[in-house]
């Protein structure tokens, strides 16, 4: 429940358009739905203008159907994230207007919302650090934001990287996704003028232990305005890069 739907609850009572009776029924679940394995908090979207998320990994499809079925009940959104596409299909039925993002892993209903002036850029270190990086990508699209992408420009080859200054220069927020030795962020810190946050990848070889290579390189990073969130975590990243990107603009 956001709150332009509570504004709305309570003017139709002011209004007389509805008895004390509904809007008790309509407020009963607020702040949070208990279904014993899951508490959803209903309030998220009212605190932090992002609803709570479906963090579909480790959850069982009879979960993720449940905790989906109620938020659609109390008017909510659905955005799940580490989605298979077999939750895909689940929460299809439910919603049929749900759109499943792929490469992202991420199920949720696309809206159209004033988009930002300024644009995120979401770069990759390789073509296997993708997923992560759409999995920023989108969330930060879905929170209202305008996104370019630029992938495979590892340290690899430099060069791949350089030619595309003027969009790296351009971005306002730049999130960084590699894994390996997990150098492009650094690189990167050199360029720019503006917040980089940096994704760590499980991607690599055995010496690399899944991403913790990575995590170690980028928080031991000299490059300046560089921060760092957890191993894979694009969703950390997407959401952050949209509360920086969207610091100066109006408020509804």
Known sequence: MNKKEIEKILQQFKSGQIETKE?????????????GFAKIDNQRHLRKGFPEVIFCQGKTLEQ???????????????????????????????????????????????????????????VSGGTADIPVAEEAAVIAELMGNRVERLYDVGVAGLHRLLT???????????????GMEGALPSVVGGLVDKPIIAVPTSVGY??????????????????????VVNIDNGFGAGYMASLINQLNEVKE
């Open 64 to 122: 993720i159907t449940k905790i989906t079925k109620r938020i659609k009940e109390t008017g909510g959104k659905i955005v799940a994230t580490r989605a298979a596409p077999e939750v895909y299909q689940e929460i299809k039925k439910i919603i049929p207007e749900v759109t499943y993002f792929k490469e992202a892993r991420i199920v949720a209903v696309e809206e159209k919302k004033k988009v930002s002036s300024k644009y995120i850029l979401v």
């Open 23 to 35: 809007v008790l029924e309509k407020l009963k679940h607020f702040p949070y739905d208990d279904l």
């Open 164 to 178: 595309n200054s003027k969009k790296l220069l351009a971005a306002n927020v730049l999130i960084v996704a590699a």
């Open 206 to 227: 055995g010496a690399s232990f899944n991403g913790l290579s990575a995590l170690l390189t980028m928080l031991n990073s000299c490059a300046p305005g560089l921060a």
